[in-house]
Each structure stands twice: as structure tokens, then as C-alpha cells.
């Protein structure tokens, strides 16, 4: 999925409004999203985050704008889709390249940014 982002931690993206987690959202907010890089390798450091809060159709105009930031190509007067907004309340961030292997660090999301909640490790 092509996805754009902004300071606040929000994950902005364009869908189909018939597409099933679309219509998933009209009855229910609640979402979570992880993102990573697929092409990680078992074994060696690998990193993502999971992000837990809500989601749904958003105003167009500051979508566009973080959408245009990230895909220089996008033309949004050509777009007739509805923009999306996830916004998170709480951040997992899993990074063995900068932290020990094993390592889960979750911060909430307020308005001053992240707020560190706890830090487990797995033996």
C-alpha cells in the first residue's frame, strides 16, 4: 500500500470506499498497522513498528498535501478516491540494529510528541 505520513505520527493513504477495510471503518475505528521492510532477513537484525489507535475518511486538503510531499508524481486534482487518516495513540517500535535483539520499546502518542510507556525484552 503507498502511504504518506506526517509529524504527528499519522499514516494518510487513498482507498476505495467499497474495498473491505473501508467499509470495516464506517462501523468500527479502532485499527492497528505494522509497517517493515519485506525484504528483511530471519536471522539477521531486523525492525518495524506497530502502531495502535484510529482511523477513517479524512479532509482532503491536508491529505493531499502529505501525500504530494511523499509522491512527487501524484496528482491529486486527478484523484477521486477518498483520502484515509490512521491516527495512533500508541507506538510499538521493534529495532535491533539500534537496540539489543529482542527488544520492544511502546511510547503514547500525545501532543508533544512520544511519551516512553515501557520497555520489554525477550530472553
Known amino acids: 500500500m503507498y ?8 499514516v ?7 474495498s473491505r477495510h473501508s467499509r470495516n ?3 468500527n475505528r479502532s485499527a492497528a498497522v505494522t509497517i517493515y521492510d519485506s525484504h528483511q532477513v530471519w536471522g539477521r537484525p531486523d525492525r518495524g513498528i506497530q502502531l495502535f489507535g484510529t482511523a477513517g475518511v479524512t479532509a482532503g486538503d491536508q491529505a493531499k498535501s502529505n501525500y504530494g510531499r ?13 483520502y484515509y487518516r ?17 527488544t520492544l ?5 500525545t501532543r ?12
Not at 502511504?3 to 499519522?10: G, L, M, P, T, V
Not at 494518510?12 to 467499497?18: F, R, T, V
Not at 495512533?88 to 539500534?98: G, N
Not at 520499546?105 to 502518542?109: F, G, L, S, Y
Request: glycine fraction near 4%.
Open 86 to 102: 490512521f491516527r495512533p495513540r500508541t507506538i510499538k517500535l521493534f529495532d535491533e540494529r539500534s537496540l539489543a535483539a529482542g
Open 105 to 109: 520499546v511502546t511510547a503514547r502518542v
Open 25 to 27: 471503518l464506517l462501523r
Open 3 to 10: 502511504f504518506a505520513w506526517n509529524d504527528r505520527f499519522d
Open 112 to 123: 508533544d510528541g512520544l511519551v516512553w510507556a515501557k520497555t520489554e525484552v525477550w530472553a
Open 12 to 18: 494518510i493513504w487513498i482507498s476505495d470506499p467499497e
Open 70 to 82: 511523499r509522491f512527487r508524481d501524484f496528482d491529486a486534482d486527478s484523484n477521486d478516491l477518498p
